[in-house]
């Protein structure tokens, strides 16, 4: 929710993703199917880029050859499509993980 009023919580996301605890949440479906924000997916590849152990695939999947970096630029060519607009995405997130609307 925090790329909705993004760059307003982007300290609180920068805090968010230095805890350690971090990794344990994230997993490649949630990431590709809720992270839609330009700038928010800038600052995961600056992360990835720079070195950070972010984990943002689960334990099973396999990405080969393909780098995650890869993987966030093809997902910022996909953004124009109708289902990954922000208030499309935010009603899926809801109704997923909280039966909501």
């Known amino acids: 929710l925090m790329q ?3 760059p307003l919580f982007r300290p609180a996301f920068q805090r968010l993703v230095q805890d350690p605890s971090f990794s344990r949440f994230f997993s490649y ?3 590709f199917l809720y992270v839609i924000n330009v700038d928010m997916l800038e600052e995961f590849m600056f992360m990835v880029n720079t070195g950070s ?3 943002l695939l689960p334990k099973d999947e396999v990405i080969g050859n ?3 970096s890869a993987m966030i630029l093809h997902h910022v060519a996909s953004l124009s499509k109708p289902h990954l607009a922000l208030d499309n995405v ?3 997130f809801f109704v997923h993980h909280y039966n909501i609307l």
Do not use: I, Q
């Open 90 to 92: 935010l009603a899926k």
């Open 53 to 55: 152990e972010l984990d």
């Open 66 to 68: 393909v780098s995650l």
């Open 29 to 31: 479906p949630d990431f």
């Open 4 to 6: 909705y009023r993004w």
